[in-house]
């Protein structure tokens, strides 16, 4: 498993945590099974973002990151 650091605190579980969010919101929103809806996520540019920790994504909330993939998709 890899874990994830800021300011030398461990962060890993409110990524993951983060993800479960995102990913709930958007199968609500979407209609789609939770997960068929995760698949879809992992696949996506915003999802290897939430993992790049200097990108600060995992920071903002799981509505802003759910946007983030609304708006990645829509292109």
């Not at 890993?12 to 479960?20: A, F, G, L, N, R």
């Not at 199968?27 to 993992?51: A, I």
Request: cysteine-free.
């Amino acid at each position: 498993m890899t874990y994830y650091k800021f300011n030398n605190q461990d962060i890993t579980i409110d990524i993951i945590m983060k993800i479960e969010q995102v990913v709930r919101i958007l199968s609500e929103n979407m209609n789609m099974p939770f997960d068929k809806m995760l698949g879809k996520f992992y696949d996506s540019r915003t999802y290897k973002n939430l993992h790049n920790i200097e990108s600060g994504l995992w920071a903002e909330s799981a509505e802003f990151i759910a946007d983030d993939y609304l708006i990645e998709t829509a292109r």
